[in-house]
């Protein structure tokens, strides 16, 4: 274990004997291991409890005015992290934060902080073969900005994951035919999905900001969400619905207060997309 103003050793005695420290090869059979640290020159016993063993480390180090913030554990870390995500970002967010990070700590319980390094994020990556570049871009972002975050708030003096470098990603294009449009239609069954699909089709809009749309969004005739309901929250999002569209939108928005709330009850019709073959 290493700190930055002082080196623990563990020394491993049998009580009763002489100890003999060994940084590359301490004695191990039947013994007790105690945590020193070196400081000008000169042992410390800070006693056998590792955690026990930082909190006097601070003490010493503080009296000599050179104390230092350390978290010991990783998943106290990853811990404060989402709460504090879950606290000042968006639901979405903090659960795309949640399950990379729950997936890490579960490959890596225990793990700790001044252990860690971007060898065991390039391990839990490899050990995921179905992700794709993407989806390991954003896993290596997620565990990078919990990190950062936590150097920020003083948690840790410095991140073990700084040189960990994120892969360049490449933007999906997918472009679906009106022969495709057809076939998925055909096996919706329900009009509140195909109302929420030809809204799809005839605007362009994202899944996700049609669910969310209601009828306080639409502005003579065109949709505008707010900065605080658009991704990236920096400016307003602004859809234009064309004709068959807008006409759907406005059937809706006459009975309901949020436009497509039906979209989102509605599971016995939507198609089945591995049927057609995707």
Not at 105 to 131: C, M, Q, Y
Not at 170 to 177: A, G, L
């Amino acid at each position: 274990m290493h700190a930055s103003h002082g080196t623990f050793l563990v020394i491993y005695a049998t009580i009763g004997e002489t100890c003999h420290a060994s940084i590359s090869s301490p004695l191990v059979p039947k013994v007790h291991p105690k945590w020193y640290v070196q400081v000008n020159g000169k042992q410390v016993c800070l006693g056998e409890d590792e955690d026990i063993a930082w909190e006097k480390y601070n003490a010493l180090m503080a009296r000599s005015g050179k104390a230092e913030t350390h978290v010991s554990r990783v998943d106290v870390i990853l811990s404060e992290f989402l709460g504090w995500t879950q606290r000042n970002l968006s639901e979405r967010t903090y659960q795309s934060y949640r399950d990379f990070l729950r997936s890490f700590n579960d490959r890596f319980p225990g793990i700790k902080t001044n252990a860690l390094k971007p060898r065991h994020v390039t391990t839990w990556l490899d050990e995921h073969d179905s992700w794709n570049r993407t989806t390991r871009a954003i896993a290596i972002r997620s565990i990078k900005r919990c990190f950062n975050w936590a150097l920020a708030e003083g948690l840790i003096d410095n991140n073990p994951l700084a040189t960990l470098r994120t892969p360049t990603t490449t933007p999906r294009e997918v472009v679906i035919s009106p022969d495709q449009w057809k076939r998925i239609f055909a096996t919706v069954k329900d009009q509140a999905f195909k109302d929420f699909l030809l809204v799809l089709k005839n605007t362009g809009a994202r899944p996700g900001e049609i669910r969310q749309m209601e009828a306080q969004h639409i502005h003579d005739g065109v949709v505008i969400y707010p900065k605080v309901n658009s991704k990236g929250k920096r400016y307003n999002r602004v859809i234009y619905p064309n004709k068959e569209a807008k006409a759907i939108i406005d059937r809706l928005a006459a009975k309901h207060p949020k436009v497509l709330t039906a979209v989102q009850n509605c599971g016995a019709g939507r198609p089945n997309f591995a049927a057609l073959g995707w």
